[in-house]
């Protein structure tokens, strides 16, 4: 059997892409994944498949897995000799109680590493554009726990000390004791026009920030429903916020942005969004699949090169085919006198991924424009291959068969609806969590509407952007009675994020 490790991980504080490499790596090859709350829960998917996940979730109101609980369940997993990560908020170290997990760890003879993380104290003041230290400001710093119960007698918080002694303060969990720290903090000498800053889930598309100063932070905290976890940093270097905020002002900050095609394809759209400061939510209504029959695209492949020309229509055509053609061990040096056409430029660079560049890329990305281009050809007799999804539009194999080419429309994929629950997509919709909806073709959209009901649509969909990537989804999405505000003026993913940016530009 092979030897248990634990290593306890800090996934910093929210932010997915603020964990380490070798955060990251100890995810990877965990057989045991025990994460709680404050760890972003898309750090999971990078765990194997079969990796076990175990929520330990600690919130200040509700303990799910008590302290010993937890470190039961690592102790357990280790000894049988499974690799776990304990993924921790921020710094395991630092209020992560990993101190003690590794002490039990130790008692126990069980190896362990500690794999630092990025913590809150440090990591949310700086997206709020907040730095915990400048030279004209301050040459101390200070992590306190917020959390200490105000009616415990001895505290061992020295407040005379760190009132006055300390330029900045950063407290952790003391949301609920804001009050309290605030009066402590002033009956022991800090300046009531001291600069603070509340801030609620930092580096998250939801961050949140209040300043003020300690006179009236309490006030403009509850004004704002300020709430748990948040950060408080005391001292003058909140002022530099002013200047220096730059997370917020992301063009897309604090947009919730769903995004309906399929999960293999999504990544590219949702790292836009996620780049723009906007928070991508993935809620696949399509999903692509082998076709039911492969036996005419495998006929197809089987004399590929009798076809004179190649018709590819998406990303998915391209690697379904390319994938069928690589299983049936047929050499694409076989393509080598037929003519390619793409739609598009995400289509082309995906068979440029194969060493093969096309004839002909339209400048508009719909079939309309690949009949304009084959006008310009004698197309007469010529066998064209059209490898595309069950439920492709029509108006091409017709319109070059009438031009008198002998076309085969061979069924390369299948897309079939997305496996998200109806219920949860509607509670979204309802609670307004969503702000825009993304259509990326005819598919996504009519899927979307099964999904939420067509009764429901003008109901839920009131207030939501919705934004399409081009003419025919639009028209598809008016059909089903959604009023489209955006639409892509090039018919790419970039064209459809440009498309969005402009609207909240002008909007
Ligand atoms: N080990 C963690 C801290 C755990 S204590 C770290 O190093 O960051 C939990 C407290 O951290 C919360 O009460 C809150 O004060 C703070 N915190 C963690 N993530 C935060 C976030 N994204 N935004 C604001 N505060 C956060």
């Not at 020309?309 to 085919?321: D, R």
């Amino acid at each position: 059997m092979k030897n248990g490790i634990v290593y306890l991980v800090g996934a910093g504080p929210g932010d997915p892409k603020l964990i380490t490499v070798r955060g990251l790596e100890c995810i990877k090859n965990a057989d045991v994944v025990v994460y709680d709350r404050l760890s972003s829960p898309r750090l999971l998917s990078f765990a194997k498949p079969e990796a076990e996940l175990i929520y330990a979730g600690k919130s200040p109101i509700r303990h799910t897995l008590k302290q010993d609980e937890i470190n039961q369940v690592l102790v357990s997993r280790a000894l049988e000799g499974k690799t776990v990560t304990r993924l921790k908020g921020g710094d395991p170290f630092v209020f992560g109680r990993g101190g003690e997990e590794a002490e039990v760890l130790l008692d126990q003879d069980i190896p362990f590493e500690i794999v630092p993380g990025i913590t809150a104290g440090i990591a949310v003041p700086a997206y709020a554009g907040i730095p915990v230290t400048h030279r004209e400001f301050n040459s101390t710093l200070a992590f306190v726990t917020g959390n200490e119960d105000p009616s415990k007698e001895d505290t061992s918080i020295e407040w005379d000390k760190i009132s006055t002694g300390c330029g900045t303060i950063v407290f952790y969990m003391g949301m609920a004791n804001l009050p309290h720290i605030v009066e402590k903090l002033t009956a022991n000498g800090r300046s009531q026009d001291t600069p603070v800053a509340v801030i609620r889930w930092g580096t998250r598309p939801e961050q949140q920030t209040v300043t003020g100063t300690l006179a009236d932070i309490e006030e403009k905290a509850r004004e704002a429903k300020m709430g748990h976890p948040a950060i408080i940093v005391v001292g003058g270097v909140v002022s530099l916020r002013e200047k220096l905020r730059w997370f917020e002002q992301k063009a897309l900050f604090g947009k919730r942005i769903l995004i309906t095609r399929s999960r293999s394809q999504a990544s590219v759209l949702a790292e836009k969004v996620e780049n723009l400061g906007g928070e991508p939510f993935e809620f696949p209504t399509i999903e692509i699949t082998d076709p039911e029959d492969f036996g005419p695209l495998d006929k197809a492949i089987a004399s590929i090169d009798s076809y004179d020309w190649l018709v590819l229509t998406s990303v998915n055509g391209v690697q379904s085919f390319m994938n069928r053609m690589r299983h049936l061990r047929t050499d694409i040096r076989r393509l080598s006198t037929t003519k390619i056409v793409a739609i598009g430029p995400q289509t082309r660079a995906e068979i440029e991924k194969y060493g093969i560049f096309c004839e002909f890329v339209p400048e508009e990305f719909v079939a309309e424009a690949i009949i304009e281009m084959f006008k310009g050809e004698d197309i007469k007799g010529k066998r064209i291959l059209l490898p595309r999804a069950d439920i492709a539009r029509k108006v091409l194999p017709e319109t070059l068969g009438s031009m008198g080419a002998n076309v085969s429309e061979v069924t390369a994929y299948s897309t079939v609806m997305g496996a998200g629950s109806s219920e949860e997509l509607i509670r979204l919709l309802q609670d307004n969590k969503i702000h825009v909806l993304t259509f990326t073709s005819s598919s996504t959209v009519k899927n979307f509407v099964k999904k939420i009901g067509p009764d429901n649509v003008s109901r839920l969909l009131k207030g939501v952007v919705v934004a399409s990537i081009g003419p025919i989804t639009s028209a598809s999405a008016r059909e089903l009675g959604l009023v489209v505000d955006v639409e892509a003026a090039e018919y790419t993913i970039d064209g459809l994020v440009q498309a969005i940016l402009n609207y909240f530009k002008a909007n």
